[in-house]
């Protein structure tokens, strides 16, 4: 009676967690799937060709399900004309994520193996101009290099990001955090509003910057990252902590994913703290 119980449970677990990346079954499920759910473009630019004729298992125009976020949820990981992932993030609303962070025609991210058994689950990556293959996980509300040690000796003492004047109309603004949450930013060309200003983060945005810091590899990563083409945006982070400082200086603003997160929070925040001015 109890094996009944146990077949039957496990039965309906996976009835209820049930989605419908689940159901797709063939290249041109995904290509329906990705115009009704994620984007009606995809219509007429289908991301897969109807077949596959990559000997690879993880070659190009194929396609693998696996729950990436943890939240039972089949996500979906799509190797075609960009190498993308859709987390479900349930009641039906999907999230599209590109692993693939080349300009066209530059390079391209090769899909090299997805480690699915483990936890957490992995994807590898291969970035042509990168010499050995990344491994991304989902973190963070994004993927970045997994990083099986992060700090736990990590004391911090501010951070300072400041971005340059592009071609384009890329905000530019200079922002520093100290530990005591005091957030300073100066705000030109291209922001919500021009000036000097005085916030605070609350004790959540600051925690979240403090677990992205002890996450990265900040002794690994490199001084100087530049992108393949021209006319993006420079950004120069400088990290204090345990009593010296790390300054990376970065074209592009994709040194690495996870340096691609840490970015992030500064361009949020521009428009989520409440700014006095000076």
């Not at 004729?53 to 960009?82: A, E, Q, R, S, W």
């Not at 390079?107 to 990168?130: G, N, R, V, W, Y």
């Not at 290099?145 to 951070?159: C, G, R």
């Amino acid at each position: 009676m109890k094996t009944l119980y146990t077949i039957l449970f496990i039965f309906f677990s996976q009835t209820l967690f049930a989605n419908d990346i689940d159901k797709l079954t063939t290249n041109e499920d995904v290509n329906n799937f990705l115009f009704k759910k994620i984007n009606k473009q995809i219509k007429d630019h289908p991301v897969l060709e109807s077949k596959s004729t990559d000997t690879l298992k993880y070659g190009l125009n194929k396609f693998f399900k696996v729950d990436l976020d943890n939240n039972h949820l089949t996500d979906l990981i799509i190797n075609g004309k960009h190498l993308m992932v859709v987390l479900d993030k349930g009641k039906g609303n999907y999230e599209l994520q590109y692993l693939d962070r080349s300009a066209p025609f530059l390079f391209s991210t090769k899909l090299i193996s997805i480690d699915a058994e483990s936890f957490p689950e992995k994807i590898i990556i291969l970035q042509s101009k990168h010499s050995s293959p990344d491994t991304l996980i989902y973190k963070f509300e994004r993927f970045v290099e997994y990083n099986p040690y992060p700090a736990t000796d990590f004391i911090f003492e501010k951070i300072t990001f400041k971005t340059e004047r592009c071609p384009g109309q890329c905000p530019v603004f200079e922002m520093q955090v100290n530990k005591d949450h005091s957030v300073a930013y100066n705000a030109g060309e291209y922001n919500l509003q021009l000036g000097s200003f005085q916030g605070v983060l609350d004790d959540k945005e600051f925690k979240e910057l403090i677990d992205v810091l002890k996450y990265l590899p900040i002794e690994k990563l490199k001084d100087k990252y530049a992108v393949e083409w021209k006319d993006d945006q420079t950004a120069a982070t400088k990290i204090s902590y345990n009593g010296k400082s790390k300054m990376i200086v970065d074209y592009g603003e994709a040194g690495s994913f996870g340096l691609a997160k840490l970015y992030s929070l500064f361009f949020e925040w521009r428009n989520t703290t409440e700014w006095l001015r000076q």
